[in-house]
């Protein structure tokens, strides 16, 4: 293994969209405190990139839009960034997040720099759960595993589920999520509560997600208002997306919309986890889940579907409760009695705490890829 004091990295990832574009920026960021060069090529700047940070540099990829083009080429633009980027920094590897079309891209970037820089793809889970279904883009997928030196999924359910959907003629690595533990911690939430309408005495229940049909909002719904029957409770729906505006109307139609909030997209989740007792995902696919550990590392213990990669982050009746796809009924059930048994509470809340710490540690697992990196710049 060629070991290399300081690495330069090129970073391929989408960058303000759901859990790989944050997890594609936290490992920058460590990687930077690390002493690693780290070059994000993007079409804009992360949206985590709150402070700048001096190893840390924005590639823009800019297209332009002739009009002889029916559809803005992104994936070539994206390319012929990586191939400038590579040449000037001189780049020792390159780190893709999301198969589509950013392996394609590397790849092809790549290939216009004549270099033989190695290659890092992360499979997030719908770069295979969902578009791994369609036959071009399995094809698509595929050949991006092919052209990468080492492709990693984000939990042993989605190395199994590529495995068998993709059939890749090479073998796969998992490496879990991580979050950055100096900002997902109990906090103090000041009058946050009260300023969104929430009484001391009502128990909250909260659902972060991008709106999409994958992550069964109306099951989120149903399993409140069958929580609301039986317990004073408010529920925080956070975040945006395609399916916002209907559960809107679906919250209105039953009735609820005094006791469910929207509050759109928000960087302050610690906050309003310091506020939340109990927290829901009830998606059909969900390759990791990284606002469990989200909220396990502020002490908000989850109600989840047993599906994907959900089982190996919650730990049923030890950290949280999963429960079956579509049984809001459950659902409810486990809330509640989150809500009602103190001590049961109290215990989930410890271990979700040690599961953070001993299991998704952020350094242990920034030094499996930092490891990876070394190997991977050294093989070429
Ligand atoms: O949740 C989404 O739909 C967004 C998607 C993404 O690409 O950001 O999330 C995926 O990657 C996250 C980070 O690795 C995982 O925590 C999510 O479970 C995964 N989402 C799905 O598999 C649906």
């Not at 936290?26 to 985590?48: C, N, Q, V, W």
């Amino acid at each position: 293994m060629l070991k290399l004091e300081k690495l330069k990295v090129g970073v391929i990832c989408y960058p303000s969209l759901g859990g790989s574009g944050v997890v594609a920026t936290e490992l920058g960021k460590m990687m930077a405190d690390r002493g690693h060069e780290m070059h994000y090529i993007t079409s804009e700047r992360p949206f985590r990139f709150l402070d700048a940070h001096p190893n840390i540099q924005f590639h823009e990829v800019k297209i332009d839009g002739y009009a002889v083009f029916k559809y803005p080429p992104y994936d070539i633009a994206l390319a012929n960034r990586i191939a400038h980027v590579i040449e000037t920094e001189k780049l020792d590897l390159l780190h893709v997040h999301y198969a589509v079309p950013h392996a394609v891209s590397a790849a092809l970037g790549k290939d216009m720099a004549n270099s033989t820089i190695g290659v890092i793809t992360t499979l997030h889970g719908t770069d295979v759960t969902i578009l791994g279904h369609d036959p071009a883009l399995r094809n698509t997928v595929r050949y991006g595993i092919h052209k990468s030196t080492i492709t990693t999924t984000v939990s042993e359910s989605l190395r199994q589920e590529t495995l068998e959907l993709i059939e890749p003629e090479k073998d796969l690595l998992t490496i879990y999520n991580f979050i950055d533990e100096n900002k997902y911690r109990p906090v103090d939430a000041g009058k946050l509560k009260s300023e969104l309408g929430i009484e001391r005495h009502e128990k909250v229940i909260i659902h972060i997600s991008n709106f999409r049909a994958v992550k069964r909002v109306p099951d989120i719904i149903e399993s409140f208002r069958l929580v609301a029957k039986k317990a004073n409770a408010k529920l925080l729906l956070v975040g945006d997306g395609p399916e916002k505006m209907a559960m809107e109307e679906l919250v209105h139609d039953l009735g609820l919309q005094d006791n469910v909030i929207f509050t759109g997209k928000r960087d302050d989740l610690p906050e309003l986890l310091a506020i939340s007792n109990v927290m829901f995902l009830l998606s059909e696919k969900e390759a990791f889940g990284l606002v469990l550990l989200e909220a396990m590392a502020c002490g908000v213990p989850s109600v989840a579907t047993a599906i994907g990669g959900i089982p190996e982050v919650i730990e049923d009746s030890v950290n949280g409760f999963l429960v079956p796809l579509g049984d809001t009924a459950l659902a409810a059930e486990k809330a509640l009695q989150l809500l009602q048994d103190d001590k049961l509470y109290a215990t989930f809340k410890e271990n979700g705490f040690a599961t953070v710490s001993d299991k998704f540690h952020s350094s242990t697992i920034v030094t499996q890829y930092e490891k990876l990196y070394y190997e991977v710049a050294g093989s070429q």
